[in-house]
């Protein structure tokens, strides 16, 4: 009996989790960790699905690991008056800059690809993490296919393997957010209890 396409996803998923280096994380946990402790702020840089994980990561890191996070892409004004008076290319920069990032910070990106200045592809993404290096800001990364950018500029950087080509997108996606809760439940960065494991 051949097996059904939800059985296959699933089969791939626990293939790549095993797959995923754990050392890794743990750096990036690591850094992060380093971010809080000197003052530092957590910038969450995504495109697409990934701007919706930014959100959602700024406010597990916020909340639950009590390290000062934002994400450009939640400020939809600013994000469309840069992209219509400046161009898309720098809206992360841009926004970096006048959020004044310093070497404290450290950038988190969540992508598919991680920037890919030859192939013109998240530009954004490029310039914002060429922007964080210039200061001396650390960057991070939950990304796939080779990392592109994230991995090359990057001090420690998670790739989800692309093992299936023709699901790249949903199994780096859905992966880089159990990455991330993985990471803000890390004892090296929570301290805040969830709500519900806190329940009696």
Not at 68 to 86: G, K
Not at 99 to 121: H, I, Q
Not at 158 to 170: F, G, K, S
Not at 179 to 198: D, M, Q, R, Y
Request: contains cysteine; glycine residues 10%.
């Amino acid at each position: 009996m051949s097996r059904t396409f939800s059985q296959d996803f699933l089969v791939e998923t626990v293939s790549l989790l095993e797959k995923i280096d754990s050392a890794a994380i743990e750096a990036v946990a690591v850094g992060l960790a380093e971010v809080r402790k000197s003052g530092g702020r957590l910038f969450i840089l995504g495109v697409g699905g990934s701007a919706g994980h930014a959100s959602h990561a700024v406010n597990d890191f916020r909340k639950i690991c009590d390290i000062e996070a934002y994400a450009p892409t939640d400020n939809v004004s600013e994000l469309t008056a840069r992209t219509n008076d400046e161009g898309w290319d720098t809206t992360f920069s841009e926004w970096l800059k006048g959020s004044r990032v310093r070497k404290e910070d450290a950038l988190l990106v969540f992508s598919v690809g991680g920037g890919n200045a030859e192939k013109n592809v998240s530009m954004n993404l490029v310039r914002a993490i060429d922007v964080a290096k210039s200061v001396g800001a650390k960057v991070y990364g939950i990304v796939g296919k080779d990392g592109g950018h994230t991995k090359k500029a990057g001090d420690a950087t998670v790739i989800i393997p692309p093992l299936y080509p023709d699901r790249v997108t949903p199994h780096t996606e859905g992966l880089a957010a159990v990455v991330w809760h993985l990471l803000v439940s890390h004892p090296a960065l929570k301290v805040t209890a969830t709500k519900w494991e806190s329940v009696k």
